[in-house]
């Protein structure tokens, strides 16, 4: 059953605290995103890979941490110094063969709560 | 940097009426994506117009790219229950970057 997965699907961290959200994919897609939703904001793109070992940041990348270890796999960190880091985390990755006719496909997102 | 406005930003209908949302970008475009994300859901893609006055179709859903490759709309004939969710159109300007817009929330009323 090929897809991304995310979880968990609901997080609570204390604030302060760093908290890192997985994502997997076995899609065999050499690109991943990571965007942030907030409520009337639409997605907004927080990094983003074309390849293994090699990242972008995004529009949003202030208090983030990505890592690209692997192909499948595009783990986030939100750390402490992300002022307001409550918010919905979607995945997502597309085959990255230039951009020109890319569709991303999403994971099904961690709603990330900040106490 | 490249921007993307969607209006509206809320739409409820009554069920059986026509719906449309519009979708303007500040630059051309190479492409436009339109994705439908459900509530509770995740975004999930629908279609992508790529040519100059494009016009494409899905069932009851038409989706057109202006002449110019900056602006884009999404219309459902006849709307169902089954159509709720959020519309994004996402632009895609000559990079790997998609930049979506706000989004329209379709409510319909049965």
């Known amino acids: 059953d090929g897809g991304i997965t995310q979880s968990p699907k609901y997080l609570f961290r204390k604030e302060g605290q760093n908290v890192t959200l997985s994502c997997e994919q076995n899609?065999?897609?050499?690109?991943m995103y990571w965007y942030r939703q907030d409520p009337g904001q639409g997605l907004r793109l927080i990094y983003y890979s074309q390849i293994v070992n090699d990242f972008q940041k995004g529009d949003i990348a202030e208090g983030y941490s990505v890592s690209r270890e692997k192909k499948e796999s595009f783990p986030l960190t939100v750390t402490s110094a992300q002022k307001n880091p409550t918010a919905f985390y979607l995945c997502a990755s597309s085959i990255g063969s230039g951009g020109y006719t890319d569709t991303q496909y999403f994971g099904p997102g961690t709603r990330l709560t900040v106490l | 940097g490249q921007q993307v406005m969607q209006i509206p930003q809320y739409q409820h209908v009554q069920e059986g009426e026509d719906f449309t949302t519009y979708c303007n970008s500040s630059t051309t475009l190479s492409n436009i994506q339109w994705y439908k994300q459900r509530p509770g859901g995740h975004p999930v893609f629908l279609i992508q117009l790529v040519k100059s006055g494009e016009v494409k179709k899905q069932k009851r859903l038409t989706f057109q790219f202006g002449e110019a490759k900056k602006n884009s709309s999404l219309h459902i004939t006849a709307t169902q229950t089954t159509d709720v969710g959020t519309y994004f159109c996402a632009g895609l300007a000559g990079s790997y970057q998609l930049t979506f817009g706000k989004g329209t929330k379709l409510s319909v009323i049965p």
């Open positions: 899609l065999n897609h050499d690109a």
